[in-house]
Structures are given as C-alpha cells and as structure tokens.
C-alpha cells in the first residue's frame, strides 16, 4: 500500500507565489515518477508538471517557466513551487505517485488566486 499526502494549498493574490509539497509512504519504490495534476471546476483533470526519479521533467505549457518542480533526495518526495500566479491556476492540486504496478493519488489540495 502507498499513500500521498500533499500540503501547502491556499490563498493568494495574483502575482504571488506557492509551495506546494508531497510525501509518499508505504510501499515505496524509489523507482517512480511523481507528478502534479489540477483539476478546476467543471473542467477535466490536467498534468500541471512531473518528475522521474531517472529526472526527466515535464511542464504543461501553461506554467513553464513558473512553476517548478522538484524532488527530495530519497525520491519519496515532490514539490511543486509556483510563482507568478494567476487566478487561471486556481484549481484542486492532486499529487500523483506511479511506478509500473501502483497508481496513487492524494486528496487534493485548493489552491485559490484572486485577481
């Protein structure tokens, strides 16, 4: 069993910043690929960014070059440190551990940008 939990979600004004953090426990295989996907009201889920823990990265074009993100060194853990926001970011933040046989999510954490 492998369970994500995320933290770091919030409130902020248009042009500040966020971090937002994952850990996964459990069952864990440093093997993986740990990512950030949105989801906004009444619209479909969406990879935000990911990481492998052979360090590949991946940014949806909507974030890239503000957004980054990042990995602890035991590769149980992923940050996601977000600049630049924008009320269009607003959305639930679902933290995302995978490897070959397990595919976790966490809870989700509400990130609101006012304008």
């Known amino acids: 069993q492998v369970r994500v939990v995320e933290s770091g979600g919030g409130s902020v004004q248009a042009g500040g910043s966020l971090t937002l953090s994952c850990e996964a426990s459990?069952?864990?295989?440093?093997?993986?690929?740990m990512g950030w996907y949105r989801q906004a009201p009444e619209k479909e889920r969406e990879l935000v960014a990911q990481s492998s823990s052979g360090g590949s990265i991946y940014y949806a074009d909507s974030v890239k070059g503000r957004f980054t993100i990042s990995r602890g060194d035991a590769k149980t853990t992923v940050y996601l440190q977000m600049n630049s926001l924008k009320p269009e970011d607003t959305a639930v933040y679902y933290c995302?551990?995978?490897?070959?046989?397990?595919?976790?999510w966490g809870q989700g954490t509400q990130v609101t940008v006012s304008s």
């Open positions: 459990g069952s864990i295989s440093t093997i993986n690929t």
């Open positions: 995302n551990y995978l490897t070959y046989s397990v595919d976790t």
